[in-house]
């Protein structure tokens, strides 16, 4: 009796040891799937707006794409360092004194034209917690094109490592000519004006026609603006694209901004998913 009940306990533990392996198995099945279409949100969404801004940007288009959030790690800096740099295959690694502080770098080339660069960056922010910014940038049209592949990559590398990592994407060249961006005004001479003012519905009616072709390829809601005399920005709710962020209580998934670019006496346009983190 006592080898039965002995054996019918044995089987009992063995049984809830399968079950608890196959839980964990699935739960991190689910993860990684949730890693997995995170990533692939990002990849589909940076597809968008380079499709979108073929008609806006004339030349070459330089890409900015960040993944960056918070990382809980029980690691010393520099043990988390080289495993992120590890997991990435970023081999120049070094460290700095900011403000203070060590901060880790690892930065890498890829593509046979090494036409895509990464940089990764890694900071305590306290016992256990540490920053991350991921950023990819591009130096060719070739590599533009490989920028939607390789930041999903790297993001869902990054998000299966524990790092709380946002996507933010931005790109940024001339304004193509339909802008027809008119000569600047000269203040000196605008005696109806105030000193260092002029009228900003010249950089406004430039930004309507952008706007517009904007808006032949994606759903648009426009949420918030911003205008000077030199400077026009919107920010837009697109039920297009999946990746959001909250701003003035509304999920936003665009902005796009034009500047008037003194140096070169021509429009710049800016694009920036779900928000523009970079200067225009």
């Not at 390829?217 to 205008?227: G, H, I, R, T, V």
């Not at 999946?242 to 500047?259: D, R, V, Y």
Request: hydrophobic share 45%; glycine share 8%; aromatic share 8%.
């Amino acid at each position: 009796m006592k080898n039965r009940w002995g054996i019918l306990m044995m089987v009992i533990v063995v049984g809830v040891i399968i079950i608890k392996s196959l839980n964990i198995a699935g739960a991190a099945a689910i993860a990684d799937a949730a890693y997995s279409a995170e990533a692939a949100s990002s990849h589909t969404q940076l597809r968008q707006l380079l499709a979108a801004s073929e008609d806006l940007i004339q030349g070459s288009r330089q890409a900015t794409v960040k993944w960056q959030g918070e990382w809980h790690a029980a690691l010393s800096l520099e043990a988390a360092a080289e495993l992120l740099a590890d997991r990435l295959g970023l081999a120049d690694r070094y460290t700095e004194k900011v403000h203070g502080n060590q901060v880790f770098y690892a930065e890498g080339v890829f593509g046979e034209a090494e036409d895509v660069h990464g940089k990764l960056v890694l900071m305590l922010q306290e016992e256990g917690i540490y920053y991350v910014v991921l950023r990819l940038e591009n130096s060719t049209d070739e590599g533009l094109q490989r920028l939607p592949e390789i930041g999903e990559s790297w993001g869902e590398a990054l998000l299966g490592e524990g790092v709380r990592a946002k996507w933010n994407a931005a790109l940024q060249g001339e304004a193509a000519e339909f802008v027809n961006a008119p000569e600047w005004p000269d203040f000196g001479q605008d005696d109806s004006a105030g000193a260092g003012e002029a009228d900003p519905m010249s950089a406004l009616a430039a930004f309507a026609k952008l706007e517009s072709r904007m808006k032949e390829q994606l759903k648009l809601q426009a949420a918030e603006s911003f205008a000077d005399v030199r400077t026009v920005s919107r920010t837009y709710a697109a039920e297009d694209l999946p990746i959001k962020a909250e701003s003035a209580g509304q999920e936003i998934s665009l902005q796009l901004a034009l500047h008037w670019n003194t140096e070169s006496d021509r429009y710049d346009v800016s694009i920036g998913s779900p928000l523009l983190t970079v200067e225009y």
